[in-house]
């Protein structure tokens, strides 16, 4: 299978209350047409998620949640399994996103954990990697990357990874106005589904859907779009007002 079908999907991060998030999803819901040929996914911060389910349930736009805990249950204060996600209504769930690694400690060892959670439970993990600015600045970016995917899904069948998304977040364009070129980032993408491929094959690498994130906004998503190896993209910022995130979606028109 070549044909990729584009994912645009909205972090949330650390905004919205319930109520707000709710209010939010109502909106993006009556802005996006039935007829989108697009998946949207929006992740809210999980005191949302149940809310927000409940309103998306006759809606094409899916939930998402933005980490997860790896154990099925236990005395593990503070954390979230696969599988109370799954009961509050996601279908996806974000998993080693640079905040997470830069602030929480996250590392490739506990994102092969996650993932192996995830996919157990039939949640799609959007497994995210990038790089910083010193590295690519030291020219180290490619490594990185190797590193970040080596660790990271270690260990999986190809079997496993059917459902994967990957997400390449360069640390240095989030949340900065900094967006790497399409070039760049094509250049980025096109490395990651050759390991994909080298890893699990050529069948698996072509179907595997690789985001961009990072300053993502309704003036440069078309043109990352046209980009062969970037089929979607994953936004933080710009996808807080249904209005722009919505202009984002509807990047073909
Ligand atoms: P921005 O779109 O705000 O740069 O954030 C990108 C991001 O981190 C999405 O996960």
Redesign the pocket.
């Known amino acids: 299978m070549d044909h990729r079908k584009p994912l645009i999907?909205g972090?949330w991060?650390m905004f919205k209350t319930g109520p707000e998030a709710l209010e939010t999803a109502d909106r993006l819901v009556k802005l996006l047409s039935t007829t989108m040929d697009v998946d949207v996914m929006i992740a809210p911060p999980f005191t949302a998620l149940a809310l927000v389910s409940d309103l998306l349930k006759k809606t094409r736009i899916s939930l998402g949640a933005q980490n997860l805990f790896w154990e099925a249950e236990g005395a593990y204060t503070g954390e979230i399994s696969a599988s109370m996600l799954v009961s509050a209504g996601c279908r996806y769930v974000?998993v080693g996103?640079?905040?997470r690694r830069q602030y929480f400690g996250e590392t490739d060892e506990t994102v092969n954990q996650k993932i192996k959670a995830a996919v157990t439970n039939d949640l799609i993990p959007v497994m995210?990697v990038g790089e910083s600015e010193t590295e690519r600045e030291s020219k180290e970016t490619f490594s990185v990357l190797d590193r970040q995917v080596q660790k990271g899904l270690k260990g999986f069948s190809a079997d496993e990874m059917e459902t994967l998304v990957m997400?390449y977040?360069p640390v240095w364009?989030?949340?900065?106005?900094k967006?790497a070129t399409a070039d760049q980032a094509q250049e980025v993408h096109l490395f990651l589904r050759e390991m994909l491929e080298k890893k699990f094959g050529n069948n698996l690498a072509k179907s595997i859907r690789i985001l961009y994130?990072?300053?993502?906004?309704s003036d440069n998503i078309t043109e990352l779009m046209t980009m062969p190896d970037i089929d979607g993209a994953?936004?933080?910022?710009?996808?807080l007002e249904p209005e722009t995130f919505s202009k984002i979606v509807q990047f073909q028109k």
């Not at 364009?173 to 106005?177: L, M």
């Not at 994130?213 to 906004?217: N, P, Y």
Request: with cysteine; glycine share 22%; proline share 0%.
């Open positions: 999907a972090n991060k974000i996103h640079s905040e995210c997400a977040e364009a989030i949340g900065t106005g967006t994130g990072g300053s993502v906004k994953l936004i933080g910022g710009a996808s």
